[in-house]
């Protein structure tokens, strides 16, 4: 018996190197995943959300609208998905930036905002943010990335802070 048997836990960037170990930590946890992500997959499954784009925020809700069909439940959210650009300061067009924050802030906002409504009507139910040492000390090459991970680790104490004793 696994510590999450009879949850449902949703996994964005569930088909990248990180979202798939984290998906099998899941599932051999018990838990049914549902695996969302905006890279196509030639594996399909009621519970593959593949070329959903989190940075819109009617895809999102989409994706969890879908999960809740399938799966009648979403107890628990991890956010995985992201990316990383080499750019220095100097040289980095606002595109870029504006490019890592949507990626990695606005995707989590946006999925998170989407299971909210669910997750609270989940007992012990959890959203998780996959953030980045970067967040606390950037290194050179890396300040677009370290500010969108910082923001994503602001936006995770925001969301313990409006969500304690509700999920």
């Not at 997750?119 to 370290?146: C, D, E, F, H, R």
Request: net charge neutral; charged share 15%.
């Amino acid at each position: 018996m696994g510590i999450l048997d009879g949850k449902t836990i949703v996994v964005t960037g569930a088909l990248g190197v990180l979202g798939r170990a984290v998906a099998s930590a899941a599932e051999t946890a018990g838990a049914r995943v549902a695996h969302i992500d905006y890279m196509k997959s030639e594996h399909a499954g009621e519970l593959i959300f593949h070329g959903i784009d989190l940075t819109d925020e009617a895809e999102a809700n989409a994706a969890m609208a879908g999960v809740m069909k399938v799966t009648g439940r979403i107890d628990g959210l991890v956010n995985v998905a992201g990316g990383f650009t080499f750019s220095r300061i100097s040289d980095s067009p606002a595109k870029v930036w504006e490019g890592m924050f949507r990626i990695n802030l606005v995707t989590a906002l946006n999925a998170s905002r989407a299971a909210i409504p669910h997750l609270t009507a989940s007992q012990g139910a959890a959203i998780v943010n996959i953030g980045a040492g970067a967040a606390a000390k950037a290194g050179a090459g890396m300040a677009p990335y370290a500010a969108s991970k910082a923001a994503v680790a602001r936006l995770t104490e925001a969301l313990a802070e409006e969500l304690a004793g509700k999920v």
